[in-house]
């Protein structure tokens, strides 16, 4: 797990001004709310006095109290209020917590969780036909019993079609195919491949039955950060989805995944049911394996799997996850364990880059060698 990318921290709709919401990502737990405005905030969840969590505490007005004593803190992660202090107390400078940077987009609440000024920032993917006539989406929230990892790398592998998604008919790579490393194009803070498969073993499927034309049994895959995902699946050359998958890492074997399924076809809301049938019936033949892997966790070298020409999108995937490492923006998940119950720990934010006397530990990070 990484600081420093976008984590998708809850639905839009989930997200209010009335009672705020507590979440659990990098090990770590958040509090998310919005402000009478409607803008969303995300802070670290625990109170720098003593430690109640803000997450299930009330709202009042701008801020969220914690249930404890009271403190309310703002959307900037600064103690606004003591109540035992009284209404004109000056308020210690030390009474704040993490505020980390927030976008919505896609129906998504997104942080950022790290402390990267913004220029340095890594993006959210952008789906530029997201809102367009042309194109209809649907959203699913799915709980993964897996590391992320895991799930990325299913998602960028070509040959498990074959053995695993008997709904999109087994779409299988040649022999030659098989034989050749994948094509691959580096693009920012990621790798892609596009390909088209050599055949099925089965044209009588759920796809099969809503698609308009000729199969064509194309498809490309490619990863933004270590936990973004887009999959391009063209089904004939005018019936496609487009596929995006945000990951929110819980811990070292639960994700939380919000997938974004666009298709360009079958646009009417008669439609809808259907396909998202057909898709949770692709999603769920990937969850029955991913989630029984071992290891659980990727491995942190190849020299433990024993990797074909067909894994290149794997190797590829694993080279970027060695350079987040090299910036050190990797989180030391046992060092971390070891901490807490005694520390309250938190993934820095970026007002921790210019001010000081910060009360909570950040999390420890594997040291880096860029």
Not at 6 to 19: D, F, G, H, N, Q
Not at 192 to 215: C, M, Q, W
Not at 290 to 295: A, D, G, K, S, T
Request: with cysteine; hydrophobic share 40%; proline share 7%.
């Amino acid at each position: 797990m990484y600081i420093n990318f976008w984590y998708p921290m809850a639905l839009s709709s989930e997200v209010t001004a009335e009672k705020p919401l507590r979440v659990k990502r990098l090990c770590l737990n958040f509090v998310v709310f919005r402000d009478q405005q409607g803008a969303a905030h995300v802070l670290a969840d625990t109170c720098v006095h003593r430690g109640g969590s803000l997450g299930l505490g009330p709202m009042r007005g701008n801020a969220v109290a914690c249930p404890y004593h009271g403190w309310q803190f703002g959307g900037d992660g600064r103690c606004v209020k003591i109540p035992s202090l009284g209404d004109d107390a000056k308020l210690p400078a030390r009474a704040k917590v993490d505020s980390y940077p927030v976008q919505e987009k896609y129906g998504l609440v997104f942080a950022f969780l790290g402390d990267l000024p913004e220029a340095e920032r890594p993006p959210i993917y952008d789906i530029s036909e997201w809102g367009t006539p042309q194109w209809k989406a649907q959203t699913f929230v799915l709980d993964l019993n897996a590391y992320y990892e895991r799930s990325i790398e299913n998602g960028l592998d070509p040959i498990h079609n074959e053995f695993v998604h008997t709904a999109q008919g087994q779409p299988s790579l040649s022999p030659e195919q098989q034989r050749t490393p994948l094509p691959m194009e580096q693009i920012p803070w990621g790798s892609k491949h596009y390909i088209k498969f050599g055949g099925s073993k089965n044209e009588d499927t759920a796809l099969a039955n809503v698609r308009t034309g000729p199969r064509l049994g194309a498809a490309g895959s490619w990863h933004q950060g270590p936990n973004q995902l887009v999959t391009y699946i063209d089904l004939t050359a005018t019936n496609s989805f487009h596929q995006y998958m945000f990951e929110a890492p819980i811990d070292e074997s639960h994700t939380k995944i919000y997938l974004l399924s666009l298709r360009n076809w079958l646009l009417e809301d008669v439609h809808d049911a259907r396909m998202a049938a057909v898709t949770m019936t692709v999603v769920k033949e990937d969850m029955a394996v991913v989630e029984n892997l071992n290891p659980v966790r990727t491995p942190d070298t190849n020299t433990k799997e024993v990797l074909v020409p067909g894994d290149t999108a794997i190797a590829a995937y694993r080279e970027w996850l060695k350079k987040w490492d090299a910036k050190g923006w990797k989180i030391d998940v046992r060092a971390l364990n070891a901490r807490l119950g005694d520390f309250a720990v938190n993934i820095p934010c970026p007002a921790r880059r210019t001010s000081d006397n910060w009360v909570q530990e950040t999390v420890p990070l594997v040291p880096g060698n860029a």
